[in-house]
């Protein structure tokens, strides 16, 4: 009774670790050397190891020894290798690991060849726990533990290892989802500035090409103010590109100077910009303020080429709860539900999914004549930081 109440105990001691590590949101590497360590402890083995693929083709990725971590063990070539030679004169320990059990491997009775004997007798390794680290049909890799002895592994110790090897391969899942994200984020907004640049500058020069065409031939005599018009007109949109493309954290501004800033630059003469805030702003995490930038820049953009307004105002609110961002115009307005799934709306998914993308609240309000308003609404944290994706 007395062995399986320290098995409980150093079984919740480590789950608690494990979780209060996966709570503070680290580093991947940094939640899986916790894993590692804690099975090692919980196990009291010597040492231990966190590997990448499967018994076919096993890479070190780091390694535990003596209670010092090492992440580029110079030894990982003939651990990797040893391991596998040991997995594969064990056929049935291979089986269990590919089927997602756990398994001990008498290291000493498998260690068919000369160099897998000489790893084992000089890591004093006597018997081998290896925990697979897989979610649902996904297979991660493996963590083993050295053991200096063998023994059948309990229920409670076996429940253990799975539910540590579960946080771990969870853990690698969430950033490989995070990571993809990232990718379809970053190609959604390549979409968005080529559109911008098709749209804007290249139809530009589309047209000076056409009028310059008709001035060589003659067909027109104000070809030429034509084409030097809308060469101004391209060169504007140029510059707007650039600025779109220049990132908001190298600014060295605030968001309330950068919106303010770049709505400002962004309307042409004849446009009343009135950029308004209150609250404070500061806390919110560098996605949040990226994303709350790009949502008014567009709703911004959107006025200049369409809505033909005189009349723009940008107004900034937060809270102790919340942050908030209201852009409205006096333009000609639209059909909200019928631009959604228009060619010309792909600005509208735009903000939309990256409000999504942050859990903020998002509106749009417009009615044909009447102008058009876009709200955006974000919760803080409890710590006062706007909450992240």
Excluded: Y
């Amino acid at each position: 009774m007395s062995e399986r109440l320290a098995i409980l105990n150093r079984a919740n001691d480590a789950l608690r670790r494990t979780a209060d590590k996966l709570a503070e949101v680290p580093a991947l590497e940094a939640f899986l050397e916790q894993v590692l360590r804690s099975l090692v402890d919980t196990f009291q083995g010597s040492g231990g190891a966190l590997w990448w693929g499967d018994e076919q083709a096993v890479t070190l990725s780091m390694e535990l020894v003596r209670g010092v971590l090492s992440r580029t063990p110079g030894t990982a070539q003939p651990d990797a290798a040893c391991l596998k030679e040991l997995l594969a004169d064990s056929h049935d320990a291979a089986r269990r690991i590919r089927a997602g059990l756990i398994t001990v491997l008498d290291a000493r009775t498998v260690a068919a060849s000369l160099s897998a004997r000489e790893w084992v007798r000089s890591h004093g390794i006597k018997a081998l726990l290896i925990v697979p680290l897989m979610l649902g049909e996904r297979h991660f890799g493996c963590i083993s533990v050295r053991l200096s002895e063998v023994h059948n592994l309990g229920d409670e110790e076996v429940e253990l290892a799975k539910a540590l090897a579960t946080q771990a391969a969870l853990a690698m899942e969430l950033t490989r989802l995070s990571n993809e994200s990232r990718s379809v984020a970053i190609l959604q907004e390549r979409a968005r500035l080529a559109r911008e640049i098709h749209d804007g500058i290249v139809q530009s020069f589309i047209g000076i090409n056409m009028q310059l065409n008709r001035l060589r031939s003659g067909e027109s005599e104000g070809a030429l103010e034509k084409a030097l018009e809308l060469s101004e007109h391209g060169l504007g949109e140029a510059r707007r590109a650039v600025r779109a493309l220049r990132p908001l954290h190298l600014a060295g501004k605030t968001l309330v100077e950068a919106v303010a800033d770049m709505a400002r630059t962004s309307v042409g003469e004849g446009v009343k910009v009135e950029v308004t805030s209150s609250g404070a702003w500061e806390g919110l995490t560098p996605d949040a303020e990226g994303h709350l930038f790009r949502i008014v820049q567009e709703a911004v953009n959107n006025v200049v080429r369409h809505a033909e307004a005189d009349a723009l105002s940008v107004e900034l609110s937060a809270t102790a709860t919340e942050v908030s961002v209201l852009v409205s115009d006096n333009g000609k307005g639209f059909d909200v539900e019928a631009q959604q799934d228009a060619e010309h709306g792909f600005g509208l998914f735009s903000m939309r999914q990256r409000a999504d993308s942050m859990g903020a609240a998002f509106k749009i309000v417009s009615t044909k004549g009447g102008g058009t308003q876009v709200f955006t609404s974000l919760q803080r944290a409890a710590g006062g930081a706007a909450l992240e994706a």
